[in-house]
C-alpha cells in the first residue's frame, strides 16, 4: 500500500483548514465541543447522581466495610474479637460501631386532652452512637440542618431523621407515618418495647442517606441502658480503611477468623441496595441514549459541512483529479479535516471537562432531592467516547467527500 | 506519438443526442507544437480533453506512444495524466489555498517525490516562467497573467511528455498572452510536444501546424511554416 495519497491528503487538509474561514471552524469546533459535552456530560451527570447517593452511602454509612448482625441474631457476636483483628490491622482508618433497636417517637401527647384524641407517632431504628466516634466518621455533625449535635453526655437527648418529620418529608401515605408538629425543641416520647422515655429532640439530621434519614439517633450508652444491654455487642461496625486498600482484603480476614459465622461483613459495594444499582444501570443507559442522539446531530453537521464544503470546491477537486491527482489523496484531505474539527472540538471538550467542569461540580455538587450529583467520568469512559466521535465524523466527513470525488472530471472542471 | 483514429464524441440529453466530434482522424508527432483552431462550438476543447485523457470518446482510439488510452482504466489514465501530461487551463485552474510553489510541487509529490525535492523542482519551474522571486503568494495574491505562467510551471515542472493547452490566452491581455506564447515556443525549441486549443489566428500561426476544426469535424490540417 502506497503512503503517497495519505501524505498528499495531508498535504492539502493542512492547507484547506489553514486558509478556511476562521469563524467557520470556530463554529464547528465549537459544534464538536457541545456534542463531545453532550456525550460525556450527560451520562455523567445521571450517573453521577446515583453516583453521590453511592458516595454519601459509603461516606456516611457504611464506610467501606460494614459488619452488621446476622438477620436472626439480636448483635454482632464476638464483637470485641472483631474489633480486636480491626484496630490491630495497619489498614483500618477508622471505626464506628452502633448500637440499634426498633421503636417508636410519639408527639402531640401533652396537648391530648381526651382519650380518643389521636397523637402521631414516627417508626424507625433508634441508633446508639459515640457521638465523637460517629461524628469522625461520617461528619454527621455537619449534616444537621437544625439543632445542633449530640454531645457525649447528652441523656435523654436524641436527634431526628428528616424523613421522620413531616416538615423535611412532606409526604402523606397511609403506609409512612411522620410527625407533622414535633421539631428542634420538642418533648417527644421514645418507645422501644415495653420502655417508654420522654427526651428532647436536639437536632434535626439530613444527609440523603435514606437509611440515616429515618434513623433517630441518641448517646450509645442511654441506649444500652433503655434496652438492657449489659455486653458489649454491637449491631453495626462501619470500617473506614486507609487509601488504596481493598475492602475485600481486610473483609476476607475477618471471614478466615471464622467472625462471619456471628456476623454479616460486606463491603461497600455488596451493602448498596439493589434499587440503587438498578437506577444507575438505567440512568447510564439512558444518558448513552441520549448522547447517541447527539452524535448522530453531530454526524450530520459534519456530513453537512463537508459535503457543502467539497460542493463549492467541486470545480478544484476535478482540476485535482485532472491533474493526475489520486482520488483517494482527495478523500483523505477531508478525512484528516473531518479528524481535525473532531480532535480539536473534543480536545477543547476535554479540557474544560477536566479543566474546569468536574472539579468544579465536585466542589460544589449538583444539590438533588436525594443525592448530591457530581460529574462521574473516568478515563476510560471518555476515551472510548472520544473515539466513537472520530469514527462517526470520519465517516461523516469521508461519504460526501467520496460522492463529490466519484464525479466526473471534466464534469468537476467546467462547473457543469 | 500521438495517433487518433476514428474519434467520435456525443453528448447525449435524455433522447437528444448531439454529435460534437465526427470520426476525427490524425497523428502528431514528438517535438510538434500544434494549434487546435475553430470557430465557437467546433469542437476544439471537446477534442483537447478527448485527447488529454480528461473525457472519455463515443468511439475511436487514441493511441499514445503505441498505448491505447481508451483501454486504460480510471486510475491507470489518472496515473497517466500525472506522468506523461501537462495541463494549462483558460482559467489557469490554481488551488486557491496552495502556494505558487505549493500548486507546482503538488503533483511532483503526488508522484513520490519527497517534499524538499519536489519544492526544489517546483522552484525552478517558476524560475523558468519568471516568477521564482514569488513562491508564497496565493493565486489571489497574484495577476492573471501570473497565475496563467504558475500554471505553466506546474503543467511542466514533471517534463510532461505532452503539454495540453485549453486556451491560455483567452483571459489575458495582450502583453501577458505574448509571454505565455512565448514560454510554449521556448518550450518547443527544447522539445516540447504542445497541443494548443486557441480560437486567436495570431497566436496559432505562431505554432508549427494548425488543426481547424468546423462542426466536429476535421477541414484544415496544415504545417505553418
Not at chain 1, 467557520?24 to 459544534?31: A, K, N, P
Not at chain 1, 455487642?233 to 475477618?254: A, Q, R, T, Y
Not at chain 2, 480533453?49 to 493511441?63: A, K
Not at chain 2, 503568494?137 to 495540453?164: D, T
Request: no cysteine.
Amino acid at each position: 500500500m502506497s503512503f503517497v495519497p495519505i501524505r498528499v491528503g495531508f498535504f492539502l487538509a493542512i492547507r484547506q483548514i489553514k486558509h478556511a474561514s476562521l469563524w467557520t471552524t470556530i463554529l464547528i469546533m465549537f459544534v464538536m465541543t457541545l456534542t463531545f459535552l453532550n456525550l460525556v456530560v450527560i451520562n455523567g451527570v445521571l450517573v453521577g447522581l446515583m453516583q453521590g447517593a453511592v458516595t454519601a452511602e459509603k461516606n456516611k454509612y457504611t464506610g467501606d466495610l460494614i459488619i452488621s448482625n446476622l438477620n436472626q441474631k439480636a448483635y454482632i457476636e464476638n464483637t470485641s474479637g472483631i474489633l480486636n483483628i480491626l484496630n490491630g490491622l495497619p489498614q483500618v482508618s477508622l471505626l464506628s460501631g452502633r448500637y440499634l433497636a426498633g421503636g417508636t417517637v410519639e408527639s402531640g401527647y401533652k396537648t391530648k386532652t381526651r382519650d380518643s384524641d389521636v397523637t402521631e407517632s414516627a417508626g424507625g431504628v433508634i441508633a446508639g452512637i459515640d457521638p465523637v466516634k460517629e461524628n469522625n466518621f461520617s461528619g454527621i455533625g455537619g449534616l444537621m440542618i437544625e439543632g445542633s449535635y449530640l454531645a457525649p453526655d447528652d441523656y435523654d437527648k436524641i436527634l431526628l431523621g428528616a424523613d421522620l418529620l413531616y416538615k423535611y418529608t412532606p409526604i402523606d401515605t397511609p403506609g409512612l407515618k411522620n410527625l407533622k408538629t414535633a421539631g428542634v425543641g420538642s418533648l417527644v416520647r421514645l418507645h422501644i418495647g415495653s420502655t417508654t422515655r420522654e427526651v428532647l429532640i436536639k437536632g434535626i439530621v439530613k444527609s440523603k442517606v435514606g437509611e440515616l434519614d429515618q434513623r433517630i439517633f441518641m448517646v450509645d450508652s442511654q441506649l444500652r441502658s433503655i434496652i438492657g444491654r449489659d455486653d458489649l455487642n454491637l449491631n453495626e461496625i462501619s470500617v473506614v480503611l486507609k487509601p488504596g486498600v481493598d475492602p475485600l482484603f481486610v473483609k476476607n480476614i475477618l471471614v478466615k477468623n471464622g467472625f462471619d459465622q456471628g456476623a454479616k461483613i460486606q463491603t461497600y459495594l455488596e451493602a448498596q441496595p439493589k434499587f440503587l444499582k438498578d437506577i444507575a444501570q438505567t440512568f447510564s443507559l439512558l444518558g448513552n441514549m441520549l448522547g447517541s442522539i447527539g452524535l448522530v446531530v453531530a454526524s450530520i453537521t459534519i456530513f453537512i459541512v463537508i459535503f457543502v464544503n467539497a460542493i463549492t470546491r467541486r470545480k478544484f477537486i476535478g482540476i485535482l483529479k485532472g491533474i493526475g491527482i489520486d482520488s483517494r489523496a482527495i478523500e483523505y484531505s477531508y478525512i484528516f479535516q473531518s479528524i481535525f474539527y473532531a480532535l480539536s472540538g473534543t480536545g477543547l471538550g476535554v479540557l474544560f471537562l477536566y479543566g474546569f467542569l468536574v472539579p468544579y461540580v465536585n466542589a460544589h455538587p449538583i444539590n438533588f432531592p436525594f443525592s448530591d450529583g457530581i460529574i462521574y467520568v473516568t478515563v476510560a469512559g471518555t476515551s472510548i467516547r472520544v473515539i466513537i466521535l472520530l469514527i462517526t465524523t470520519v465517516v461523516a466527513g469521508y461519504i460526501p467527500a467520496r460522492i463529490i470525488v466519484k464525479r466526473n472530471t471534466l464534469d468537476a472542471i467546467l462547473g457543469r | 506519438m500521438i495517433e487518433i483514429k476514428n474519434l467520435i464524441k456525443t453528448y447525449h440529453d435524455g433522447k437528444v443526442e448531439t454529435p460534437v466530434l465526427k470520426d476525427i482522424n490524425f497523428s502528431i508527432e514528438d517535438g510538434e507544437f500544434v494549434a487546435i483552431m475553430g470557430r465557437s462550438g467546433a469542437g476544439k476543447s471537446t477534442l483537447l480533453y478527448q485527447i488529454s485523457l480528461l473525457d472519455h470518446p463515443s468511439s475511436g482510439d487514441i493511441i499514445i506512444d503505441g498505448v491505447n488510452a481508451t483501454d486504460l482504466s480510471s486510475d491507470d489514465r489518472t496515473k497517466y495524466r500525472l506522468h506523461k501530461l501537462g495541463y494549462v487551463f483558460q482559467d489557469y485552474a490554481l488551488l486557491p489555498d496552495l502556494t505558487a510553489l505549493e500548486n507546482v510541487a503538488l503533483p511532483l509529490i503526488m508522484q513520490g517525490k519527497t517534499t524538499e525535492h519536489a519544492y526544489s523542482v517546483a522552484k525552478k519551474a517558476l524560475d523558468r516562467v519568471n516568477l521564482g522571486h514569488r513562491p508564497g503568494n496565493l493565486p489571489s495574491q497574484l495577476s492573471g497573467g501570473e497565475q496563467q505562467r504558475v500554471s505553466v510551471a506546474r503543467a511542466i515542472a514533471h517534463k510532461p511528455k505532452i503539454l495540453f493547452a485549453d486556451e491560455p490566452t483567452a483571459n489575458l491581455d495582450t502583453e501577458s498572452s505574448r509571454v505565455v506564447i512565448d514560454l510554449f515556443k521556448e518550450l518547443h525549441k527544447e522539445g516540447q510536444t504542445i497541443i494548443m486549443v486557441t480560437h486567436e489566428e495570431e497566436y496559432g500561426k505562431m505554432t508549427e501546424r494548425t488543426i481547424r476544426l468546423s462542426d466536429g469535424k476535421v477541414v484544415e490540417d496544415r504545417k505553418n511554416r
